[in-house]
């Protein structure tokens, strides 16, 4: 298959954590869909390349990056400092933050205050992880425990192994969306994170092309409706 520009179409392997609603989640045909992934796949549309989706641990994503395994990362990434030391990211595309959430029936827990000597559930290697050493140095967390996926985390919280989760809010909001009865989100959200793309360092080629694309995508109302139209999960 050829571009517009006549060249034949480059093909690029996506990593993606695919248990991350709204964001990238398998549907019941094994598809891995979601806004990330309909967002990308339009970017790709636009700039004339073709795009193949990877599901792989959270945690692993920025070494199979590294190595060559995958060109591009599109899995609810946050950008941080740390990860600009690693990889290349795009113009964020949407912003999240991290948020409290705790079994339905805790009334104890309503602040980072209230943190005092609990056991923590979060994903391996995400924000949240970070987020939980961060509250463990400063002595106010006794514990984290850490799970290759949200939904590990919340059945955590779940048998009473966790007291409290850290974790993306519109991601915890759309697993509870799933299961109301489960656990609830307290407080305010702990902070405000912009996601990107991530490509590997100095592969401004790769990274232009998702640039364009963006704003492309955002400039024709595309990335609006797709927002609108985000997947039930
Ligand atoms: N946004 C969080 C991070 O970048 C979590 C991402 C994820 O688990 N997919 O660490």
Do not use: C, W
Request: aromatic share 6%.
């Amino acid at each position: 298959e050829v571009n517009a520009s006549g060249e034949e179409m480059p093909t690029y392997i996506v990593g993606t954590e695919a248990q991350f609603p709204p964001f990238e989640i398998v549907d019941s045909r094994g598809k891995v869909v979601g806004f990330d992934v309909d967002l990308l796949n339009a970017i790709a549309e636009d700039q004339g390349f073709k795009v193949q989706y990877l599901d792989q641990d959270f945690a692993g994503l920025i070494p199979a990056l590294q190595t060559g395994n995958i060109d591009i990362i599109a899995s609810g990434m946050t950008i941080t400092e740390e990860r600009e030391q690693e990889v290349d990211f795009s113009e964020p595309y949407i912003t999240a933050g991290l948020a409290l959430a705790v079994p339905i029936n805790n009334e104890e827990i309503q602040s980072v205050a209230d943190l005092q000597g609990k056991t923590v559930a979060v994903q391996t290697g995400s924000t949240g992880f970070m987020k939980a050493e961060e509250l463990k140095e400063a002595g106010v967390i006794a514990e984290i425990k850490d799970f290759p996926h949200v939904n590990e985390a919340i059945e955590e919280l779940k048998i009473g192994g966790a007291d409290v989760m850290i974790n993306d809010l519109p991601v915890t909001e759309a697993f509870i969306a799933a299961q109301p009865d489960v656990i609830k989100i307290v407080g305010e959200p702990l902070n405000s994170e912009s996601y990107g793309f991530a490509v590997r360092t100095g592969n401004t080629e790769l990274l232009q092309k998702i640039n364009t694309g963006l704003e492309n995508v955002k400039a024709s109302g595309e990335y609006d409706e797709l927002l609108t139209n985000l997947p039930k999960y």
